[in-house]
């Protein structure tokens, strides 16, 4: 299980967590719906790694992990698809597959034959250079590029964000079948119908904090969307 445990986090003299609490389980797909600055890609990038936290705000399997660097959580099995996808431009599809792949030895259902298998579209594409392609196709790479080191925890920043509605169906397809196989997805979905429709489980944060939490299918719509704004 990957967990928070009243994490803060800063920006310099900005505080943007203020104690929060939340858990991933494997197979899971849990949702982080919140305004715009609400925090969503800090917790992310907290969890990942690419923040400064306290060692016990961030538990996996355990062990307190807070703070440690995005090499030692990707190679415990937390994995970030950052918003705005970061592509390596200057590669194709198959190398950024193969640098992610490479840069951690994790073992596991995936590689770049079992990629390009259930990715058929970027194997049909894969030795051109990953950002010339449709921003569906890009986003597939990012999560391909992700799941090249075979995590356990897999962290989704907003991978619809300006996506046509049969690239969204795609990447949420694709996410389905990895959290069937046992991998947790965590998301970022600003659309918040859709992230309740595509988790089982939701966290709401505003400004910072946790302030709404359940169950997907039972989520009153008004009440997220009162959180959600903090209106
Ligand atoms: N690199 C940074 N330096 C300083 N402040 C930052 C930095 N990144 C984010 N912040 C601030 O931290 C707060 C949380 O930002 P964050 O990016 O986590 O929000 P978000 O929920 O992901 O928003 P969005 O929906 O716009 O992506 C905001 O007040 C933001 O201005
Ligand atoms: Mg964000």
Not at 34 to 48: E, Q, Y
Not at 89 to 97: I, T
Not at 107 to 122: I, R, V, Y
Not at 190 to 203: D, G, W
Request: aromatic share 4%.
């Amino acid at each position: 299980m990957l967990r928070t445990e009243q994490l803060d986090a800063h920006y310099g003299l900005l505080q943007a967590l203020f104690g929060v609490s939340i858990e991933v389980q494997r197979g899971e797909v849990v949702a982080l719906v919140g305004s715009n600055g609400a925090g969503k890609t800090t917790l992310m990038r907290a969890l990942a790694g690419a923040l400064p936290v306290e060692r016990q705000a961030i538990h996996l399997d355990n062990n307190a992990v807070g703070g440690d660097p995005e090499c030692g959580q990707l190679a415990r099995g937390v994995a970030l698809v950052p918003e705005g996808r970061r592509l390596f431009a200057d590669l194709s599809v198959e190398d950024n597959l193969r640098v992610a792949a490479e840069s951690c030895d994790r073992s596991g259902p995936w590689n770049l034959s079992t990629l390009f298998d259930a990715l058929p579209a970027l194997a049909d594409v894969r030795r051109r250079n990953a950002t010339a392609l449709s921003g569906g196709q890009q986003q597939l790479v990012a999560v391909a590029r992700a799941l090249a080191t075979n995590p356990d925890y897999l962290l989704c920043d907003e991978v619809s964000l300006g996506l046509s509605p049969v690239a969204v169906q795609a990447v949420y397809d694709l996410l389905h079948r990895v959290s069937a196989n046992g991998t947790a997805v965590l998301l970022v979905e600003q659309n918040v119908s859709r992230a309740l429709a595509e988790s089982s489980r939701f966290y709401c944060l505003q400004k910072g904090r946790v302030v709404l939490s359940g169950t997907s299918r039972h989520a009153d719509t008004q009440q997220v969307a009162h959180a959600y704004f903090g209106s």
